[in-house]
């Protein structure tokens, strides 16, 4: 009898975490959710005991020395994915890290190049890939469903951060990588990039911070909220595509998360769960047939994030059985690297107030 080849996960941090990747690999067949790491030792001891995971620690090079462990869920602050993310290739394990990529381009390239080096898993947490609507909306551009494209167009909207009342947390700071650009503009950029299969030529960035300082848990001190809380981008595709980005963590009203494409026959709009489809004319919005959505197991929160990662989860889950260093479709190290450079573009962009220009890669 062929034993099961069982994979074992290790998670460093309890955010995300806790609320979305413990739940969903616990519901994956073949896989263990066996170590969890947290600067808080108390997290990492709750998230354990609360979900049965063996072992629990305040050294995330712990995990990555566990024998145990095949795959390192790296979630976060960005400040510290590209050090976690080389340690972990260098000790052989397969490694999925949070969004966005790093700090910086520089960072991300140097995670980049240790993946390529080391030929392991290496990918970022991308999820939204993996719905339904988003990759039936890439299949329909790419037979050529709408025609030749003209523009794409992505919204993100909330008021999460709106109240200045909201305790001062890494969020609030752009030396730990924080900021709505790069926790929802990471996700922008690779749908754009997802989507159309071409790479941005050019971009111009304006961020914005309102709320001057928040008070720090704990100490309850005012500290400076450096990170912006809206950015609007526009993104040029070579000379016949272009895009915008609208992003805000501190509107009021209904949470918006639209991703439009408009062709010279048609258009696209992908809102959550949802694919519509609308021929030009006809000025509707029909629905585009998709699979019925699967029942959540419990704990997972019903959004387009987790339903995402629990997708994600499996082909990742699979690919490590099989002994595979790739995953179909997922992000890699090299795409969290090319949207990072869309990323400082933009920052570079809002600092010098004009457009920036960016060098294709190959």
């Known amino acids: 009898m062929t034993r099961e080849v069982r994979v074992g996960v290790g998670i460093i941090g309890t955010g995300f975490a806790r609320s979305t990747q413990v739940p969903a690999f616990r519901d994956c067949p073949g896989v263990d959710v066996i170590s969890i790491a947290s600067a808080h030792p108390e997290k990492a001891a709750a998230v354990a005991r609360d979900f049965g995971i063996p072992h629990a620690t305040a050294d995330w090079r712990d995990v990555l020395a566990h024998p145990g462990v095949d795959l390192v869920c790296i979630s976060t602050p960005p400040a510290l994915h590209r050090e976690m993310s080389v340690e972990a290739l260098a000790a052989g394990k397969a490694v999925l890290c949070e969004k966005p990529t790093a700090l910086n381009a520089s960072e991300a390239e140097a995670m980049f190049a240790e993946a390529r080096a ?77 989507l159309l299969g071409r790479e941005p030529s050019a971009v111009l960035g304006a961020l914005k911070t309102h709320t001057a300082e928040r008070v720090e848990p704990g100490t309850r001190a005012s500290r400076p909220v450096t990170a912006d809380e809206e950015a609007s981008v526009l993104l040029r595709f070579g000379q016949d595509v272009t895009a915008t980005v609208d992003l805000s963590s501190v509107a009021a009203g209904e949470p918006v998360h639209v991703v439009e494409v408009f062709g010279a026959q048609g258009a696209l709009r992908i809102e959550r769960h949802q694919l519509w489809r609308s021929a030009v004319g006809s000025r509707t919005w029909e629905p585009v047939a998709l699979p019925a959505l699967e029942p959540l197991p419990a704990g997972l929160p019903d959004n387009e994030w987790a339903r995402g990662f629990r997708l994600f989860a499996r082909e990742v889950a699979e690919a ?43």
């Open 320 to 362: 490590l059985r099989q002994g595979l260093s790739s995953v179909e479709s997922a992000a890699t190290f090299e795409d969290g690297w090319r949207n990072q450079l869309v990323l400082d573009a933009a920052r570079r962009s809002h600092e010098e107030r004009r457009w920036v220009e960016l060098t294709p890669q190959g």
């Open 118 to 194: 080391r030929g392991l898993l290496a990918l970022l947490d991308h999820e939204l890939r993996f719905l339904p609507a988003r990759r039936r909306a890439r299949e329909l551009i790419r037979e050529g469903g709408l025609g030749a494209v003209r523009h794409a167009r992505v919204a993100h909207r909330s008021d999460n951060r709106a109240s200045a009342s909201r305790p001062w947390d890494w969020w609030s700071d752009a030396g730990q990588g924080g900021g709505v650009l790069g926790a929802i503009g990471s996700h922008a950029v690779d749908a754009l990039r997802f």
